[in-house]
T-cell receptor, first 114, second 115 residues
């Protein structure tokens, strides 16, 4: 089956620093990947759509300069949280599509900003 | 805009019994996809079952089946012979080509299977 990995699984950083989260499709190529954010006991909220070789498409209300997305290859998308603040603490999940109607999810990254 | 509503924040069921989780959605599109995802305590999202709107037959995956009522815009999940490992958050989700195949999730239902 299709496997998606994320690294790191957990990260703790100081306020004001930047953090990079990687999302990799291990056994397939993904032209499109998605980044979600999930607060405790809440649903997944789509942040942005990551397209290989082009700029990401951000959902309304998501600051593109704060959440930088780079999809440099068909197997890797990265999300960089710049100048992180405590309110950015959350669970970040990526997914990768094998076909337009099928997405596989990574295991998520727990970000804690002190 | 598409919306997905799960009206049951929490449910519980005894092991080996059957439970049904509700989901309704709203869309003006005629062709779309519906999904149920499971998120156990590990927080890994797992696809449980999917349904394509143009297919009239309800999807089934082992102990999991759906009741898809297109006219009523309803998509409920039935779990038969519940097992302790079924304890998880269950999210109903919706996708259309018109929304560039982006998933819209409901708020989720926390299902607890009791021994």
């Amino acid at each position: 089956g299709a496997v998606v990995s994320q690294h790191p699984s957990r990260v703790i950083c100081k306020s004001g620093t930047s953090v990079k989260i990687e999302c990799r499709s291990l056994d397939f190529q993904a032209t499109t990947m998605f980044w979600y954010r999930q607060f405790p006991k809440k649903s997944l909220m789509l942040m942005a759509t990551s397209n290989e070789g082009s700029k990401a498409t951000y959902e309304q209300g998501v600051e593109k300069d704060k959440f930088l997305i780079n999809h440099a290859s068909l197997t890797l998308s990265t999300l960089t949280v710049t100048s992180a603040h405590p309110e950015d603490s959350s669970f970040y999940i990526c997914s990768a599509e094998t076909t337009p109607d099928t997405q596989y999810f990574g295991p998520g990254t727990r970000l804690t900003v002190l | 805009a598409q919306t997905v509503t799960q009206s049951q924040p929490e449910m519980s069921v005894q092991e080996a019994e059957t439970v049904t989780l509700s989901c309704t959605y709203d869309t003006s599109e005629s062709n779309y996809y519906l999904f149920w995802y499971k998120q156990p305590p590990s927080r890994q999202m797992i696809l449980v079952i999917r349904q394509e709107a143009y297919k009239q037959q309800n999807a089934t995956e082992n102990r999991f089946s759906v009741n898809f009522q297109k006219a009523a815009k309803s998509f409920s999940l039935k779990i038969s012979d519940s097992q302790l490992g079924d304890t998880a958050m269950y999210f109903c989700a919706f996708m259309t080509s018109g929304s560039n195949y982006k998933l819209t999730f409901g708020k989720g239902t926390l299902l607890t299977v009791n021994p």
